[in-house]
């Protein structure tokens, strides 16, 4: 169940529960199902609750994965309900820490944006680009909506285009522009009488939705797995049949990165790694009521994991570590 699903067809607050539940049966998962659980509570109305999910996430003792999404998703959610000042805080943090997530940055930008605050965000969303885009020959899937959103904010203000909003124009798929979805004018066409601009604005609204729907069909990476080298012996050791699929540890990263550079270069966006573990590969298989030696099962896996928030987007960040562990950079590793 998508979070963005209407609230006339689930039970937002059933739904919120119900991951609740789960999270605390898979304790590694719980990050991406209490985010999933709060946006379910913001739907139904329950932002307090909401909050409280934010709050329990963030005095953890468990490390987060990104802990500056769930500030910038609290953040977003407090501002709704009349918590200004506090909201602004934690947005100013956000920024000054500078992640290296592009979804902590879009999510505090259209928090400023939703409330007007138009200046900020586009300085907001430039923070981010310059952070995250620098030096990079081709944005990765991840950071389009930070250029998207950019694009759209500048556009309200009636600047002139640079670099980066022409780079959002080509990124961008739909058949109507970025421009022309973009327009401050637009809200004047859905009062109009003249039935040549409805049909315009219906057309321009089609192609949104279109975007929209593109970007819901791809909520997570399509990942490739990768074993670490310990993980990797004890699959042989106790599934020998596997070793088919993995000849060496060598050989197995060899392949991950040839096959994400395969994807790349056939148009594939949204690419990413996922790192797993035997206990987790044999738990996964109990599920499936499947064998761990099974090949089969191991792009079952992959994608599970990925479902679950468990996925590194590929390629790492410009001077980022490789992606294998080495703890080399990426560009001196791999990514030769």
Known sequence: MRPDTPAE???????????????????????????????????SGDRPAATALYDRLLS?????????LVRALKASNLWEYGHEAEARAIIDGVRGASPRDPAAWVIVAEALESHDELEAAQETFSEGARLLLADVAEPPYSTHPLLFGRHRVRRMLGVAHDEWDMLADTLHSSPVSLDELHDPKRVWSLGSDNPAELEAEISRLRAELGTYREALSRPFPVAV?????????????????????????????ATIEASLRELAASGTPNLGI?????????????????????????????????ARGRAVA?????????WCG???GYGECHGV
Not at 17 to 35: I, K
């Open 225 to 253: 797995l990768h074993w670490p080298t310990t993980e990797l012996a004890e699959l042989i050791s106790d599934y020998p049949t596997l070793s088919a699929e993995y000849p060496s540890h060598e050989a197995h990263l």
């Open 314 to 322: 590929w390629p790492p960040q410009r001077g980022g570590v490789c």
């Open 274 to 306: 996922v790192t797993g573990t035997v206990p987790s590969y044999e738990a996964f298989a109990a599920s499936e009521g499947s064998s761990p030696a099974d090949p089969d099962l191991l792009p079952q896996y992959a994608t599970t994991l990925a």
């Open 326 to 328: 080495s703890g080399r």
């Open 9 to 43: 067809n689930v039970d937002h607050t059933a739904e919120a529960a119900r991951l609740e539940r789960t999270a605390g049966r898979y304790p590694e998962d719980a990050e991406a199902l209490l985010l999933q659980a709060a946006a379910h509570l913001e739907l």
């Open 60 to 68: 953890s003792s468990v490390s987060l994965d990104n802990p500056h």
